[in-house]
């Protein structure tokens, strides 16, 4: 079965680091892969979409890398703020599918 | 511009009963889709809806049902509450159907007693 592992242990860096999140996955090839954020009690919210066919995408401090023969991808936050501390979600999707990954606990300490 | 707002925000019903979430997707999406989040844990997939057509369904029962109207809103029923049932459950709206970005909703949370 399709399968998305997060690192499921809480991440903490400290202000100013950047931080790395994983994701793997296993059984699907997906047409996209996808990170959401996630602060307590709300709906995620989307960060950024990689195609199959990238390898990497930017957007302001983050940046996506999409590895298909490896199956994982890595978001990076540079320069972090304690305002990044929040759950990050990892997204496998095609035409009718989602699979979202259980989601990596970023801290970043002031 | 208004998001994807979703109603009941919290809500309590005991084994049994059956309950309806209603979803408003964000103006210009023509797509839905729900998900149960237990705490935890990633969202599930439920269902995903574009031209009031079911396109595509997660690993869920017969229990769950939902259905999207003309203006593209919809609503997701869950009949004959389980104890498990209890979770937020999270509408999201797309730009067309395909596997893009998803716009979220603040999510209704059921609890089920």
């Known amino acids: 079965s399709q399968k998305i592992e997060q690192n499921s242990e809480a991440l903490n860096i400290q202000e100013g680091k950047t931080a790395t999140l994983t994701c793997n996955y296993t059984n699907y090839s997906p047409a996209y892969l996808q990170w959401y954020r996630q602060d307590p009690g709300r709906g995620p919210v989307f960060l950024l979409l990689?195609?199959?066919?990238?390898k990497e995408k930017r957007k302001e401090r983050l940046k996506v890398t999409f590895d298909t023969t490896l199956k994982q991808s890595l978001f990076h936050i540079t320069a972090s703020q304690p305002a990044d501390s929040a759950t990050y979600l990892c997204?496998?999707?095609?035409?009718?599918?989602?699979?979202f990954g259980t989601g990596t606990r970023l801290k970043v300490l002031a | 511009d208004a998001g994807v707002t979703q109603s009941p925000t919290h809500l309590i019903k005991t084994r049994g009963q059956q309950v309806t979430l209603r979803c408003s997707p964000k103006?210009?999406?023509?797509?839905v889709s729900w998900y149960q989040q237990v705490l935890g844990q990633g969202p599930q997939f439920i269902f995903q809806?574009?031209?009031?057509?079911?396109?595509g369904r997660g690993n869920f029962p017969d229990r769950f049902s939902a259905r999207q109207f003309p203006n593209y809103s919809s609503e997701l029923n869950v009949n004959a509450l389980l104890l498990g049932d209890s979770a937020l459950y999270l509408c999201?709206?797309?730009?067309?159907?395909?596997?893009?970005?998803?716009?979220f909703g603040e999510g209704s949370r059921l609890t089920v007693l």
């Open positions: 809806y574009y031209e009031k057509e079911e396109r």
């Open positions: 103006s210009g999406h023509d797509t």
């Open positions: 999201a709206s797309s730009p067309g159907e395909g596997g893009r970005e998803l716009f």
């Open positions: 997204a496998l999707s095609g035409t009718y599918k989602y699979i």
């Open positions: 990689i195609r199959e066919n990238e």
